[in-house]
T-cell receptor
Framework: DGGITQSPKYLFRKEGQNVTLSCEQN?????MYWYRQDPGQGLRLIYY???????QKGDIAEGYSVSREKKESFPLTVTSAQKNPTAFYLC????????????FGPGTRLTVT | AQKVTQAQTEISVVEKEDVTLDCVYE???????LFWYKQPPSGELVFLIR??????QNEISGRYSWNFQKSTSSFNFTITASQVVDSAVYFC???????????FGKGITLSVRP
């Protein structure tokens, strides 16, 4: 079964701790994305990667970091510098960067107290 | 700059009613793609449709249909004979040639009551 997996589904952390969210895809897609969703809001792009070993900042990259060492994996680290990290985080991938449709994982709900 | 406006925030209908979700977009590019996604309570976004700017033909897929009108910069989504399983948040999104990033609207929460 091809798809995108994100783990864990729910994550709780104390303020001041870094936390890494996992995203894996077996669709053989080149491009991968991280979005943040807040209640009543659309999705906002945090980082994206057009191809392995490359990534670019999205609209709200401050306080986040990523890596793309393998084609199938695109982990997101929420650092202590992120002022308001509690949110729903969605990972997505598309066959190519550009205007291809993106396919999404189930999301990780992060709560920082 | 590109923008997607979904003016309706919440819609509630009774099962079997038809419902139309509105989407208005803004872009100066002549080449662009429009998308609709469904987000059920589980949270995962499900891709529904992609339409390019050069194809204004309306599309029908089962109970779903889409009406693309460049003259009004709209890409509306109609669900015919709605069902409880259609209850979800629906997002319209835009991607342009100059800026391939997806820009999402704020979403419309659709509740279908039995």
């Amino acid at each position: 079964d091809g798809g995108i997996t994100q783990s864990p589904k729910y994550l709780f952390r104390k303020e001041g701790q870094n936390v890494t969210l996992s995203c894996e895809q077996n669709l053989n897609h080149d491009a991968m994305y991280w979005y943040r969703q807040d209640p009543g809001q659309g999705l906002r792009l945090i980082y994206y990667s057009q191809i392995v070993n490359d990534f670019q900042k999205g609209d709200i990259a401050e306080g986040y970091s990523v890596s793309r060492e393998k084609k199938e994996s695109f982990p997101l680290t929420v650092t202590s510098a992120q002022k308001n990290p509690t949110a729903f985080y969605l990972c997505a991938s598309s066959a190519m960067w550009g205007m291809d449709e993106q396919y999404f994982g189930p999301g990780t709900r992060l709560t920082v107290t | 700059a590109q923008k997607v406006t979904q003016a309706q925030t919440e819609i509630s209908v009774v099962e079997k009613e038809d419902v139309t979700l509105d989407c208005v977009y803004e872009t100066r590019d002549t080449t662009y793609y429009l998308f609709w996604y469904k987000q059920p309570p589980s949270g995962e976004l499900v891709f529904l449709i992609r339409r390019n700017s050069f194809d204004e033909q309306n599309e029908i897929s089962g109970r779903y249909s889409w009406n693309f009108q460049k003259s009004t910069s709209s890409f509306n989504f109609t669900i015919t004979a709605s069902q409880v399983v259609d209850s979800a948040v629906y997002f319209c999104a835009l991607s342009t040639g100059a800026n391939s990033k997806l820009t999402f609207g704020k979403g419309i929460t659709l509740s279908v009551r039995p």
